[in-house]
Nanobody
C-alpha cells in the first residue's frame, strides 16, 4: 500500500509563505495521471486547490491563482504546494492526492492532511 506523507504546514502571519510537501512511500509518480491538493476549513466544504497532470498542465482555484504554485518531482516522488501572500481565509487542513495509473486501473491515494493556520 502506498502512503502519501505531507509536511510543511504550520502557523504563519498574513502575507507570509509556506511550502507544503507530499512524499510517496514508494515510486509511483512517474505513472501518476494527476496530482493535487485539496483543503478543508472548519464548517466549509472541501475545496480543490490545485492540480498538475502528468503532462505538466496545472490548474488552480480562483481563490489561490497567482499566489500558489503546484509542482512535482518525479525523481523524488514528491509534490509541492508553494503558498505565498497567505490570507486568513487560507486557513485549512490541506490534503494531497495522487491518481496513479496501475495495471488494473486508476488508484487514488490520499495524504493524512496538514494544518495551515494563517493568523496575526
Amino acid at each position: 500500500q502506498v502512503q502519501l506523507v505531507e509536511s510543511g504546514g504550520g502557523l504563519v502571519q498574513p502575507g507570509g509563505s509556506l511550502r507544503l510537501s507530499c512524499a510517496a512511500s514508494r515510486s509511483i509518480f512517474s505513472r501518476n495521471v494527476m496530482d493535487g491538493w485539496y483543503r478543508q476549513a472548519p464548517g466549509k466544504e472541501r475545496e480543490l486547490v490545485a492540480t498538475v497532470t502528468s503532462g505538466g498542465n496545472t490548474n488552480y482555484a480562483v481563490s489561490v491563482k497567482g499566489r500558489f504554485t503546484i509542482s512535482r518531482d518525479n525523481a523524488k516522488d514528491t509534490m509541492y504546494l508553494q503558498m505565498t501572500s497567505l490570507k486568513l481565509e487560507d486557513t485549512a487542513v490541506y490534503y494531497c492526492f495522487a491518481k496513479h495509473r496501475a495495471l488494473g486501473g486508476d488508484i487514488d491515494y490520499w495524504g493524512q492532511g496538514t494544518q495551515v493556520t494563517v493568523s496575526s
